[in-house]
């Protein structure tokens, strides 16, 4: 028996967004591990078995999913956006390495997505235009002291922020202590951008100065990227502003 | 007359990473501007115009597709990969500021895409599978100080850093001197991965220590994704390694 594991990102969540390569592997897939709401949006056909978990199980999910691939079964993790960023690659080599030799034997596929900065980059013009970076508001799995060195770090180095997993029900307050950490080293008109849904008939999107950004714009799946000092704002008529960061940058 | 300017990203080069959004924008464009080889790889019908031009054109490339929009034309800007991940997408919004007042009004979309870092993380793995930052190491618009601050400040914070722009005809030592800086603060085993081409037919990937990793490796077109002290090569029998970065980390 040799099974195989695909992990497959499927974009923003507009369909027209998910690669022909991932529909191809879900088409191909028989069983499928991934957050319910993810494999909600697959229309898999009635012999294709859905196996749904909590978005807070990525280790079983992903030990699940190599045992049934070492079984034989052809199968594909899901996630949204990319699979590589703050998702379920990482679990899967977690578990590969902390798992049985057979596991390290499985054919591995990882197949690459649109990930949630660059969904909401291209609606609001281009603010990841320069160097930047992608940082998880989640202290779940590392100490909340170590994510505010990074935003330090980052934000006086000049890079745009994207920032994933920015709240949620059991992180309520770390959103608001970032914007007050990085209003430290940037301008308070620094662009801030709240992006959820981006292309879906359910998308949130708002352009605030980082001074007055307020963590109740967020959700646990809204992408919020804070600009640098170069970060610029285009006002157009009858249309949004374009929120852009120049190429260039000086010292 | 009114135009409208498309900015689309063809994702890693791979036809099958190109979204169906992005080929159904092509398929409606009546004359695309681009990089020449970026031009070569889409698939137009007679009727519809290349406009190549070379890759360091890209403000007067932006300023010309403006202009062609404004007069009416149904225009395409297509980059590699994403389009505002060190593409074409800053460069048009830096020409409509700087531009025409008409230019504001056009019409304006950008269609994300798979852009290289991501592909090649999916190639080796899950290396940026937690804190990452993207860098280009072109000093044409921003000194090479900056840089060198910049590579200081997300090494020693932990971050993984892909680098675009690694290297060029015209800027042949800067690579060599971003590893030897990198040295300074990660060990000589951190895994650096070079990555062109992925997924294509002229594909080259390769894994190396830190400690030897040659600029010689990489050219113009490649992505190279140094990882964190907490990155980490799984061994595979016959296979390919794994190369990951954890979920998680300490201080």
Sequence with gaps: MSGKLVIIGTGPGNPDQTTPQ?????????????YGPYL????LRPDQR????????EISRARAALDAASKGASVCVVSGGDPGVFAMAAAICEAIETGPETWRRLELVVLPGV???LAVAARAGAPLGHDFCAISLSDNL??????ERRLRAVSEAGLVIALYN??????????????????????????VIFGRAVGRP????VVVPLGEADQQRADMATCVIIGSAET??????????LVYSPRGAGL
């Design 202 to 205: 359910d998308e949130d999107f």
């Design 142 to 147: 590392k100490p909340w002291e170590l994510i």
């Design 115 to 117: 990930t949630a900065m």
């Design 40 to 43: 909600d949006r697959l229309s």
């Design 232 to 241: 610029r704002i285009i006002d157009r008529p009858g249309m949004d502003p």
């Design 50 to 57: 859905r196996m749904p978990s909590d978005n807070r199980e």
């Design 166 to 191: 920015p709240i949620s029900g059991a992180r309520p307050w770390q959103l608001a202590t970032a914007f007050k950490i990085l209003r430290e080293s940037l301008p308070v008109t620094t662009p």
């Design 22 to 34: 991932a529909r191809d592997a879900i088409a191909a897939g028989e069983q499928f591990f991934g």
